[in-house]
């Protein structure tokens, strides 16, 4: 049976218009939240707007962590590194870029001493690759990067911007076992690619599924309203044998009411789930 989880935020309302955020003074609340949706799990995020607040950062913070996952059955297995979108490795001046790399580094070490198995680096947006270069930085740094992960137990995850053929060529640069896919349902959407041709070009190496629905060069809206082929996705995944995690990244409901729609959310992904398998 596969894992459901939900990023962090989702089960609180939003704070200060903020749409995906590590949440600094609620962060405790999500976990019986969680479980009273029926989830399994929490994708942390890990942003600049609460670092110097997560319980990531601090011996005493994971330990806090722990409890509550223990005490709620809710794990915390993987954790959203909106960091470097807020500080992206593109276009960071090379003082910076190395201290980049080092918290990233930092940040792995942290992953492993509270159990945590996946780190999920965006390359989107903000911090998408767009030139030659940009592309051979990250690649170095990932090669750099990537024994560490390994020492750590700690998977790398990416998710990027690129079209299918485009991001196998970054990933044949960097064979590593520790190197995955993250699948963001919502985003090949937006950029109007083929499901069942990314599934060809790295199906494979898909190590996590964020699940959302967008329309085509546009924004996020519910599940089932927008353009991602989510039932295709799923298919193609049973196909292929795709044993890990679905986190819940959806559109917003009414704010207040964030348990009922998490809930809503995760039957319509168990129920596509269900049609996949038959």
Known sequence: MHRIAIMQGRLLPPEEGRFQYFPRDC????????????LNAIEWIYDLHGADINPLGSDSGIEEMQALARQHKIDVASVCADYF??????TARPTEFRKLVSHLVWLLDRCRLIGITRIVLPFVDASR???RFQETQVVDMLRDVLPHAAKAGVEIHLETSFGPKDFAALLAKLTHPMLKVNYDTGNSASLGYNVRC???????????VHIKDRVRGAGTVPLGQGDADISALLSGLVAIGYQGDFVLQVARGTTGDEVTWARQNR????????????
């Not at 979108?85 to 593109?90: A, E, I, Q, V, W």
């Not at 319509?268 to 789930?273: A, P, T």
Request: hydrophobic letters at 40%; a negative charge.
């Open 267 to 278: 039957l319509y992904l168990v129920q596509r789930l269900k049609e996949a398998n038959r």
């Open 129 to 131: 690759i767009e030139t």
């Open 27 to 38: 962060w405790r609340e999500e976990f019986p939240r969680a479980a009273a949706a029926g």
């Open 198 to 208: 990314e599934l060809a070009a790295y199906g494979s190496q898909i190590g996590g």
């Open 85 to 90: 979108m807020d500080c992206p490795f593109t």
